[in-house]
């Protein structure tokens, strides 16, 4: 595969996460439920911070997706990780964003209407636990950390690995301030779901 074809197999396999990963979800939601599932902040807070964070990674991958398909050359400039220039580490990466789309589009299915952008304080949704959920508490957080990890090993270079270390803090902390809140909403069965259910895998 050449420089040029990667890109564009690159750009075509991330155009085809988004969709699956926000938008097919948010349209499947807005016709079971009648409701936007996007409730991000822009408060002055810890959520609003991350938010506003992830957000900003967002803008970046994008960036860095379209940049190196408009300009090949442009992983010259980038800093190579030269210890993961080496096929087979390309080759898991390949395969690492294959199952983070399936692990995505399974996990948003099994979450039915209860799959929001952020924390919801405006509306109950049901406590998802069975299918992917069973084995993690937070299966689309976890595909996404795949996805950026992937991409690391696909294209190693300071950038990628700037994009997955950051996009990893930024999980951690979301995934932490939306259990507060599953907590405070479910009670018990949340407590008793984080007994015998891991925050990853």
Same mark, same amino acid.
């Given at each position: 595969m050449t420089l040029m074809s990667e890109s564009v197999m690159l750009a075509l396999? =991330?155009?085809?996460?988004?969709?699956?990963?926000?938008?097919?979800?948010?349209?499947?939601?807005?016709?079971? %439920?009648?409701?936007?599932?996007?409730?991000?902040? !822009? %408060?002055?807070?810890?959520?609003?911070?991350? #938010? !506003?964070?992830?957000?900003?990674?967002?803008?970046?991958? =994008?960036?860095?997706?379209?940049?190196?398909?408009?300009w090949p050359n442009i992983e010259q400039g980038m800093g190579a990780l030269l210890w993961l220039l080496h096929t087979p580490v390309k080759i898991a990466g390949w395969f690492g964003l294959s199952i983070a789309i399936l692990w995505t589009v399974i996990a948003q299915a099994q979450m039915g209407r209860s799959w929001r952008i952020g924390i919801d304080t405006n509306h109950t949704t049901a406590l998802? #636990? !069975?299918?992917? =959920?069973?084995? %993690?508490?937070?299966?689309? =957080?976890?595909?996404?950390?795949?996805?950026?990890l992937s991409l690391v090993l696909i294209r190693p270079n300071a950038v990628t690995l700037a994009l997955w270390l950051v996009g990893d803090v930024i999980m951690q902390v979301q995934v932490r301030l939306e259990e507060a809140f599953l907590q405070e909403q479910h009670g018990e069965s949340y407590r008793a779901y984080s007994g015998r259910t891991r925050r990853w895998i």
């Open positions: 396999v =991330f155009v085809m996460y988004f969709a699956v990963a926000f938008v097919w979800p948010t349209v499947r939601v807005w016709r079971l %439920s009648n409701l936007n599932p996007y409730v991000l902040p !822009s %408060s002055d807070d810890v959520y609003g911070f991350v #938010t !506003s964070a992830m957000r900003a990674l967002m803008i970046c991958l =994008f960036a860095y997706i379209v940049g190196q398909l408009i998802v #636990t !069975s299918g992917l =959920f069973g084995w %993690s508490r937070n299966p689309i =957080f976890l595909a996404m950390r795949v996805c950026l």
